[in-house]
C-alpha cells in the first residue's frame, strides 16, 4: 500500500509471516510472527497516594503476543486483525491512514477484558530520544524507561543522595530520575520523527532495547500519531501545530525581576525600596500569601481559600494601583483546591461542586497537616464557578499574575461527577487546570496582559499554558535535583511544544539539612537572566536561606543580571513571538541548529538561547572557570570578545559573568555588545 498526501508518504509492504510500516522513508514498525509487535493483556494494578507522592505496584495477570497479522486495504486506509493464534480469535483491530499530512493509527480492542498493551517500535541502537514531558534528569531518554503519570516530583530524585534517602524514609517523598510534574506521552527521535499516544491512563516508555521502543500503557489507547520532518525545526513546529501554541507573553514581564516576597504589605514595601535603591530593575512582585499563610513542619505553607487576606495585606488595594503607576505589577497564588477552613470550600460544599468519595462524602485531600476539597472540574458549572474566583477576586483585584500551582494530586480514588475512573482523568487533570486559567484570563480580556505559570502539565497544556516553571528544585547543586536539572527540564518540554520556561531563582525546597547558600542564589539568578522570565523564590523555609537582599554584594549582583535581562529583551521578545508564531521553544538544544554535530545531542547541561546565544549555566559550586561544548561556528566570547570556532573551551567565569556566546555574525551582534558592557 502507497498513499501520497500533503507530500506524506506511507508505506506498508506485506513480507513473510507480517508487514514494514515506513513514513517517508523511516521504519515505524516491523512485525513477524517471530517477533510481534502487539501484545495485550490483563493487569491489576495497586496506587498509594502520600500528599502527591504515589507508589504505583502493577501485577500482569497475563501478556499475550499478537503473532497473527490479516491485512485488508481499503479506501486509502489499512486495516490489520491481530490474533495470538491459538483460537483464531481476533484481540485488537489497527487501522492505519494518512490525516493531515499525519500517519493515524487507530486501535479497536475486542476484547473488553483487556487493560493492558504494549506496542513496539522499531529503533537502533544510534538513536536518541527525548520529549515525553518536562523530564529533569535526562535529555536524551534512551537507555532507560520512563513511567508516565503526573505526580510531585520528589525530593531529591535520586536514590543514592541522602537527601533522597531522607525524604523516603521520612516522607515517602523521595522521588527518582523520572518523576515529574508534567509527564506526556510524546516523544521525538533523532530519526526525525514524532510519536504521540492519545491517552491519559497510566504508560511507561521504555527506551532501553537497542531495537525496538516499547509503549506500556494501562488501556487500549485510542490512537498513535506519527509525524516526519526534514529537519528538528520544521518538527517542532509540526508539534506544536498537533497541540496548540502559547500565547505571548505580557510586555511588562521583559522590564525586570519578579521578586517573591512573603510576609505582609509592610515587609514588601521595604524590601522594594532596598532593591530599587540597589539599581534593581523589576517588573513585579509576587507575593503568594496574599491570601494569608500556615506553619507546618514542612515550613511556611498558604491558606488555601483564593481572597485577599486584609490581616497579613493591610491596604493592599490601594498599594496594587499605586504599585503599578510605578512599573511593578502585583502577582499572587492559587490552585485546583480549596481549605476546609475558608469560606470558598462551604460555598463549594453546598453548591455540590466538590468530588466525593466511595461512600458519598466529600473526598478529603491531605496536603501535610491540613485537608482540601478538590473542585470536580468534570461539573461544568464548578468549572464557571471557579473561574468566577478567579475573576472576581484576582483579576478584577488588580493581580496581573500568579502561579497556578499543584494539578498533579487528583487521588485514584476519587469520585467525579462525570462518571469516568478517576485512574484516567490524574493525568488529564493538569490540562483542565490550565484550561480553567486560561479561559478565566480570556474572559477577561486579559490574555497577553496576565501571565500565570504552572508545573503541572499533560497532552494539550500548550495552548493554555502561559508560562512554565520547573517545580520545587531542591536548594543545592544535585545534578537531579538542584539548579543544573532546570536545563534539561526546559528543553525537554521545549521538544514537546512548551517552549516558555522558566525557575524559582534560588530553588524552592530545603530540608534534612538543605540550606541555599549564597554563591547558589547568584548563579541561578545568572542562568534567570537568560530565559524568558525572571523571579525569585524565598523557598519554603525562608530562614533557612540565604536572601536576594541579605547582603549588598547579592544586591548589587542580582541588579546586573536584571539589567542584563532588561537589556535583551528586545532579543528575547523575538524568540517568544516565534514560540507563539511557530512553536519553536526559547530555549533549545544545540542540535536544532547544528544537526550534523554529533556531540550536541547528548549535551544537556546547557543550551541555544534563540539561534544566535549559547548559555552554559555554572551549575556547580566553587568554580572560577567552566568548560564548554561550542558547536562548528564563529562564537564570541560575550564577557572577553575572545572568539572561538568550535570544540570544547575553558573559559574564566567568575560570579556574574556566566559562560554565555553569541554568533559572530549574529544581526543582534550590537544588543549583546551593550549587554556585554554592562
Not at 461527577?417 to 486559567?437: E, F
Amino acid at each position: 500500500m502507497q498513499n501520497t498526501l500533503l507530500d506524506t508518504k506511507l508505506v506498508i509492504n506485506k513480507i513473510e509471516s507480517g508487514f514494514e510500516v515506513y513514513l517517508n522513508h523511516v521504519l515505524l514498525l516491523r512485525h513477524t510472527k517471530d517477533h510481534p509487535i502487539l501484545f495485550v493483556g490483563r493487569g491489576e494494578e495497586k496506587i498509594d497516594m502520600y500528599r502527591g507522592n504515589f507508589d504505583i505496584q502493577d501485577y500482569v495477570i497475563e501478556r499475550i503476543p499478537l503473532k497473527y497479522a490479516e491485512m485488508n486495504e481499503n479506501n486509502n486506509e489499512c486495516t490489520i486483525d491481530f490474533s495470538n493464534g491459538d483460537s483464531g480469535e481476533v484481540l485488537l483491530n489497527l487501522s492505519m491512514k494518512i490525516e493531515k499530512g499525519r500517519l493515524k493509527m487507530d486501535y479497536t480492542k475486542k476484547d473488553v477484558r483487556i487493560n493492558r498493551f504494549w506496542l513496539r517500535i522499531a529503533a537502533n541502537p544510534d538513536e536518541k530520544i527525548y520529549g515525553c514531558g518536562e523530564q529533569l534528569s535526562y535529555f536524551n531518554l534512551r537507555g532507560k524507561n520512563f513511567p508516565l503519570w503526573t505526580s510531585e516530583p520528589g525530593v531529591g530524585r535520586n536514590k543514592n543522595t541522602y537527601v533522597t534517602w531522607q525524604a523516603d524514609v521520612k516522607d515517602k517523598a523521595g522521588g527518582d530520575y523520572y518523576n515529574t510534574n508534567f509527564p506526556q506521552p510524546t516523544y521525538v527521535s533523532s530519526q526525525k520523527y514524532y510519536c504521540h499516544s492519545e491517552t491519559t491512563a497510566y504508560a511507561d516508555f521504555d527506551f532501553r532495547h537497542p531495537e525496538f521502543h516499547e509503549l506500556q500503557i494501562w488501556e487500549v489507547p485510542k490512537s498513535l500519531v506519527f509525524e516526519t520532518a526534514e529537519t528538528y525545526i520544521e518538527l517542532v513546529e509540526k508539534i506544536s501545530n498537533l497541540f496548540g501554541k502559547q500565547p505571548e507573553l505580557p510586555e511588562w514581564v521583559y522590564d525586570g525581576v519578579i521578586l517573591g516576597i512573603q510576609g505582609g504589605t509592610e515587609i514588601v514595601e521595604k524590601k522594594l525600596e532596598k532593591a530599587l535603591a540597589a539599581g534593581m530593575k523589576i517588573s513585579g512582585v509576587w507575593c503568594q500569601d496574599w491570601q494569608g499563610k500556615r506553619i507546618t513542619s514542612f515550613g511556611k505553607r498558604l491558606m488555601w481559600n483564593w481572597k485577599w487576606n486584609e490581616e497579613e495585606y493591610p491596604e493592599l488595594d490601594k498599594k496594587i494601583p499605586e504599585w503599578k503607576e510605578n512599573g511593578i505589577r502585583f502577582l499572587g497564588y492559587i490552585n485546583p483546591y480549596v481549605a476546609i477552613e475558608g469560606d470558598l470550600y462551604k460555598e463549594a460544599e453546598e453548591k455540590g461542586y466538590l468530588a466525593l468519595d466511595n461512600q458519598g462524602e466529600i473526598y478529603l485531600v491531605d496536603f501535610g497537616e491540613f485537608y482540601c476539597g478538590v473542585v470536580d472540574f468534570t461539573n461544568e458549572e464548578a468549572c464557571e464557578w471557579y473561574k468566577q474566583v478567579i475573576k472576581e477576586n484576582m483579576i478584577d483585584f488588580g493581580i496581573d499574575g500568579w502561579m497556578a500551582d499543584f494539578g498533579e494530586y487528583l487521588p485514584t480514588d476519587v469520585v467525579l461527577k462525570n462518571g469516568v475512573d478517576a485512574r484516567m482523568m490524574h493525568n488529564a487533570w493538569p490540562t483542565m487546570w490550565a484550561k480553567i486559567n486560561y479561559e478565566a484570563v480570556s474572559e477577561a480580556g486579559k490574555l497577553g496582559e496576565v501571565v500565570y505559570f504552572m508545573r503541572a502539565g499533560y497532552t494539550g497544556v500548550q495552548k493554555y499554558c502561559t508560562m512554565l516553571w520547573g517545580g520545587d528544585q531542591s536548594v543545592d547543586w544535585t545534578l537531579d535535583d538542584g539548579l543544573a536539572s532546570v536545563i534539561p527540564a526546559a528543553l525537554s518540554s521545549g521538544m514537546i511544544g512548551c517552549g516558555l520556561h522558566h525557575s524559582d531563582i534560588g530553588g524552592y525546597t530545603s530540608l534534612h539539612g538543605n540550606k541555599r547558600s549564597k554563591e547558589l542564589l547568584m548563579r541561578w539568578s545568572e542562568m534567570g537572566a537568560f530565559t524568558p522570565m525572571m523571579r525569585t523564590h524565598e523557598g519554603n523555609r525562608p530562614d533557612d536561606c540565604f536572601q536576594f537582599d541579605d547582603d549588598q554584594e547579592s544586591l548589587e549582583h542580582l541588579a546586573r543580571m536584571t539589567n542584563i535581562f532588561v537589556t535583551l529583551a528586545p532579543y528575547t521578545k523575538s524568540l517568544v513571538k516565534l514560540n507563539s508564531e511557530r512553536g519553536i521553544p526559547v530555549q533549545r538544544p544545540l542540535f536544532m541548529h547544528y544537526e550534523k554535530d554529533e556531540t550536541a545531542y547528548d549535551l544537556k547541561y546547557q543550551y541555544l538561547y534563540g539561534e544566535d546565544l549559547l548559555v552554559a549555566p555554572v551549575h556547580q559550586e566553587k568554580q572560577s572557570k567552566w568548560e564548554v561544548y561550542l558547536p562548528e561556528d564563529k562564537w564570541v566570547h560575550l564577557w572577553s570578545g575572545q572568539e572561538y570556532s568550535g570544540g570544547y573551551a575553558a573559559v574564566e567565569a567568575p560570579i556574574g559573568y556566566p559562560p554565555v556566546f553569541y554568533r559572530k555574525d549574529s544581526k543582534w551582534k550590537e544588543l549583546f555588545l551593550k549587554v556585554s558592557n554592562i
